[in-house]
C-alpha cells in the first residue's frame, strides 16, 4: 500500500526497487575505493611496474573527485536519470577494461574510466534519494545507505585478498559487471523522472573544462608533491601554479556567464558554506586516520598489517552506526545541534589521540578511533542534507556535487600537509613507510593537526543555522504521522 505521507519532488511509486538499485551502485563505488589494496601487491607481480602500483589508486580518485561537481550540475540540467545511467555505464566498460588489462598502463587507463563513473554515480545517487523522499523518510533511508559503506569497508578488502590468492585478481573488476548491470536496468525501468527535475540551460563546457583542469592539476600536485616531487621542484611548482591560473579563470568565468557549470554563489548561503567547509575538513581528518594511524601501529607500536587495521576498522564502524541513528537525531533536535554534537565527538577522539604513546594498548586506539568515527557519522550525514533540504529541485545535484568535491579537496590537502610533517621528521624506508627515531614525534604532531582540524570542524558545525524551531515543527508533524493508521513502503 502505498505511503499517505507526501513524497519529495520525482517518483510516486516503486521507490523499493530504485533505492535497490542506488545502494547496489553505491557499493559499487564503495568496494572499488578499498576491494584492490589487498590485491595490489599480485597484481603488481603479474604485470610487473611496481613504480606505477599508486596510480592504481590515484587515478581512481582524481578521476572521481575531478568530475563529481561537473556531474551534480549536469544533473539539475540533463536529468538524474541519464547522468546516473552514464555513471554506470562508465564504471562497467572501466571494470571490464580493468579485469582485461594485459599491462599495467591499460589496468590504470581502466581505474580512471572507474573513477568517471563513480564520479557520477556518488552524487546524483544522493540526489535521487533527496528528490524521491522526505526529510522525514530520508531519516531512515540514510540509515540503509550508511549500512552501504560500513559493510563495503569491511567486505572489500577481504573479497580482493580472497580473490588474488584463490581465484584471480581480474575476479575484483570482473565482479562488477553483473552488478552494475542489474542496478541499471532496475533505474532503467522503475525510475520515472519528474519534469521538475530538468530545466532548459545551456551547458557551459567553458566552465566545465576550466573547473575540470585546474581541479585535476591541483590534486595532482598536492598528491604527488612531497613523495615523487620535490615541493620545491619544478614539477610540483609548475603544476601547482597552472592549477592556481586554470581555477582563477574559472572563478572569472562563473561571474560573466549567465548559467555556470557550478554556481560558486551557493556558497554565500549560510547553510551550504557551513556544510562545503565541514565536508573539506572531513576530508582532512579522514585521511590523516586512514594513513597514520596503520603507520602508528606498525612502526611505534609494532603490531603486523592485519592487526594494524583493526584500529581503522573501528573508524569505519562506527561512522555508518552512528550515520544510521543521525536522521532520528536531527528529526528531533535540528541539524545544527547533531552536527555540534558530532563534531565534538571528533574533537574528543582527536584530543585522546594526543594521549597515545609508545605502549599504548591497540585497543585503546581503537576505541578513540571509534568515537571520532561515530562523531563523523553525525556530522557528515546530517550537514549534507541540511544543505539538499535548503536547495530548489533544479540546483539539489550542484549542491551534493560540491559539497562532495570539498572532501576531495580536503582529503588532498591532508594528504599534503600532513605528509610535509611526517617526511620532514622521519626518512622513507624501500617500503615507502616513514622510519627511524623521530617517527613518535612525526606522529604526535600528526595528532596534533588532526585535532587542530577536529576543533575547526566543530566550529564549522557551530556556523550552521540555527533550526530548533523547524525540528520542533518536525517532532509535531512526526507524532501526527504515527498517530495515523499507514503503511509506509520504503
Not at 589496468?107 to 554515480?121: F, H, N, S, T
Not at 565536508?279 to 594494524?308: C, H, R
Not at 560540491?402 to 617500503?431: E, K, Y
Not at 600528526?446 to 576543533?455: E, K, L, P, S
Request: charged fraction near 10%.
Amino acid at each position: 500500500m502505498p505511503s499517505r505521507r507526501p513524497h519529495a519532488v520525482g517518483l510516486r511509486s516503486d521507490r523499493g526497487p530504485i533505492l535497490l538499485s542506488l545502494m547496489l551502485s553505491t557499493a559499487l563505488v564503495a568496494l572499488d575505493a578499498t576491494i584492490i589494496a589487498t590485491a595490489s601487491s599480485t597484481i603488481a607481480r603479474e604485470l610487473g611496474r611496481f613504480d606505477q602500483l599508486p596510480w592504481l589508486f590515484s587515478a581512481y580518485l582524481l578521476a572521481q573527485a575531478v568530475s563529481t561537481p561537473v556531474y551534480g550540475r549536469l544533473a539539475d540540467i540533463v536529468g538524474r536519470k541519464r547522468l546516473m545511467l552514464v555513471g554506470i555505464g562508465l564504471f562497467f566498460v572501466g571494470s571490464a577494461l580493468a579485469g582485461a588489462a594485459p599491462s599495467m598502463a591499460v589496468l590504470i587507463v581502466g581505474r580512471a574510466v572507474q573513477g568517471l563513473g563513480a564520479g557520477a554515480v556518488m552524487p546524483v545517487s544522493m540526489t535521487i534519494t533527496s528528490d524521491l523522499y522526505t526529510l522525514e523518510e530520508r531519516a531512515k533511508v540514510q540509515g540503509y545507505l550508511a549500512s552501504v559503506w560500513g559493510i563495503s569497508s569491511v567486505v572489500g578488502p577481504t573479497l580482493g585478498g580472497v580473490f588474488s590468492q584463490f581465484v584471480s585478481w581480474r575476479w575484483i573488476f570482473w565482479v562488477n559487471l553483473p552488478l552494475a548491470v542489474v542496478a541499471a536496468i532496475m533505474l532503467a525501468l522503475r525510475y520515472r523522472e519528474s519534469r521538475q527535475v530538468t530545466r532548459r540551460e545551456p551547458i557551459d563546457y567553458l566552465g566545465a573544462a576550466l573547473l575540470t583542469a585546474g581541479s585535476t592539476l591541483l590534486l595532482l600536485g598536492l598528491l604527488q608533491g612531497g613523495t615523487r616531487w620535490a615541493w620545491d621542484s619544478p614539477a610540483t611548482v609548475g603544476v601547482l601554479a597552472s592549477a592556481v591560473v586554470l581555477l582563477a579563470a574559472f572563478v572569472g568565468h562563473t561571474r560573466r556567464v549567465r548559467y555556470p557549470i557550478v554556481d560558486l554563489s551557493i556558497l554565500r548561503r549560510r547553510v551550504v558554506g557551513a556544510s562545503t567547509t565541514v565536508s573539506l575538513l572531513v576530508g582532512v581528518v579522514v585521511v590523516g586516520l586512514s594513513t597514520y594511524v596503520p603507520i602508528y601501529a606498525q612502526e611505534v607500536l609494532g603490531f603486523g598489517a592485519l592487526l594494524a587495521g583493526f584500529a581503522l576498522a573501528a573508524l569505519t564502524l562506527g561512522w555508518p552506526l552512528s550515520a544510521a541513528q543521525a536522521g532520528r537525531l536531527y528529526l528531533r533536535i535540528g541539524f545544527r545541534l547533531t552536527a555540534v554534537i558530532g563534531s565534538s565527538l571528533v574533537l574528543v577522539g582527536g584530543l585522546l589521540l594526543l594521549a597515545l604513546n609508545g605502549s599504548t594498548p591497540l585497543v585503546l586506539v581503537g576505541v578513540f578511533c571509534f568515537v571520532i568515527g561515530a562523531g563523523m557519522g553525525l556530522t557528515a550525514v546530517p550537514t549534507l542534507i541540511a544543505a539538499q533540504a535548503s536547495a530548489g529541485v533544479t540546483e539539489r545535484g550542484a549542491v551534493t556535487g560540491t559539497n562532495m568535491f570539498a572532501r576531495s579537496i580536503g582529503s588532498a590537502l591532508g594528504v599534503a600537509v600532513l605528509g610535509a610533517v611526517v617526511n620532514a621528521h622521519t626518512t622513507l624506508g624501500p617500503d615507502g613507510a616513514p622510519h627511524g627515531p623521530g617517527i613518535m614525534n612525526a606522529m604526535r604532531l600528526v595528532f596534533g593537526a588532526i585535532a587542530v582540524a577536529a576543533a575547526l570542524l566543530l566550529a564549522s558545525s557551530a556556523l550552521m543555522p540555527h533550526d530548533r524551531q523547524a525540528a520542533v515543527a518536525r517532532r509535531a508533524r512526526l507524532a501526527e504521522q504515527e498517530a495515523e493508521p499507514s503503511e509506509v513502503t520504503v
